[in-house]
């Protein structure tokens, strides 16, 4: 079997901020994925520890009871995490923030998919909207534990407190990979989109898509598509297992995602961007490059009144259609400056863009003649 494996943040974050894990290891032919839930505190830990023990493990299951010392190793790793930021001189608010809610036995939540391989006989169990989706190239099955029509904010999920209960139960599943079915394990973007897509009977062309995918740089752009489709903005995790001559693990190195090397590579261009003229590289994003017929009229705060008047008069300013506009003319300037940038510097820079602008609009009032 042939395995492809994506994982990208939220658009304007970064990879160190992704709350969505996975892992296969070819020793115990497991495979799992795990989104710590956005509204706990420090799921990323937990969703690791969920991926890891499972895939480490040849017959662990997760359930209300085998999580238990999980719970515990979670403690312990999340009062590790907190020494490291006394020790590399993390914001005195972020450590008291972090130990506070330790204190008040704050935890994270995380939903699960992981499936293991007997031959090409597979078993698992999910709890969630991480699902597995088996599709055998006209009909989409999809696996979850949730029980509804669709998907919502609240899904199943593992607590990271053992005196909590989370919500759900994990449901086993099991199934045959053979002749043209393909299994995809996904987290909660994908799921509901393409469960959306299956109700509305057009999910094979985007299975379609997902099968065609061959590298990182075009997950990335299938994502941001979807999002523009209406796929919500999250991070999203992809594992894609198909059938071939043999039962034997063959993971595709160039389609395949280290989260810990992709931290690490932002890191690198984070500090190598330290060192650089970013406000030369703004600068290049010249104002004329706007919409045609569209001018900006930055004014002071002392003539805010005048500006309030002609707004009245004029097409109403829209600041989120600003950030997109300037984003775009500025992703030009950048690449037509230096043509052989990456995305991933192009999205770190995006997110200081992103924040000054922030700022911009908290000191000028913005017209649009």
């Given amino acids: 079997m042939r395995i492809k494996a994506f994982i990208t943040h939220k658009k304007a974050e970064l990879f160190s901020d992704c709350q969505d894990r996975f892992r296969v290891n070819e020793d115990t032919k497991s495979i799992a994925v795990s989104d710590g839930m956005s509204q706990s505190w420090q799921q990323k830990i937990w969703a690791n520890l969920l991926v890891e023990t499972y895939t480490e493990s040849k017959d662990w299951t997760p359930n209300s009871d085998s999580i238990k010392p999980l719970c515990s190793q979670w403690r312990e790793d999340v009062v590790n995490l907190i020494q490291q930021l006394k020790e590399t001189g993390a914001p005195e ?86 002749g043209s079915n393909v299994l995809f394990l996904v987290s909660d973007p994908f799921s509901d989109f393409l469960f959306e897509h299956n109700k509305q009977g057009d999910v094979a062309v985007y299975m379609q898509k997902l099968l065609e995918l061959s590298s990182h740089e075009e997950f990335e752009t299938l994502v941001d598509e979807w999002r523009k489709a209406g796929m919500h903005n999250d991070d999203t995790t992809l594992v894609i297992i198909e059938p071939d001559d043999s039962d034997e693990f063959l993971i595709e190195i160039n389609k395949y995602d280290d989260i810990n090397k992709l931290i690490d590579e932002e890191k690198k261009l984070i500090e190598e961007n330290k060192k650089e003229d970013v406000v030369e590289l ?52 950048l690449q037509k400056k230096h043509p052989n940038i990456g995305e991933l510097k192009f999205k770190w820079t995006q997110k200081a863009i992103i924040d000054a602008i922030s700022v911009i609009f908290k000191k000028y009032s913005i017209s649009i003649k």
Avoid: M
């Fill in 282 to 333: 703004v600068s290049t994003s010249a104002p004329n490059e706007l919409t045609e017929g569209e001018t900006i009229d930055v004014v002071g705060k002392d003539e805010k009144q005048k500006t309030i008047a002609a707004e009245q008069k004029e097409s109403p300013f829209n600041e989120d259609v600003f950030r997109a506009d300037f984003l775009t003319e500025y992703k030009k300037a």
């Fill in 93 to 178: 608010n972020i450590i008291y923030r972090n130990e506070r809610n330790l204190a008040e036995g704050k935890s994270a939540g995380a939903t699960f998919v992981g499936i293991r391989f007997n031959g090409n006989e597979w078993s698992g169990s999910v709890l969630g909207d991480s699902c597995l989706i088996e599709w055998d190239g006209k009909d989409a099955a999809i696996f979850t534990s949730q029980e509804v029509e669709a998907f919502d904010s609240h899904p199943d999920y593992f607590d990271s407190n053992p005196l909590n209960d989370g919500k759900g139960a994990p449901k086993e599943i099991q199934g045959i990979l053979s």
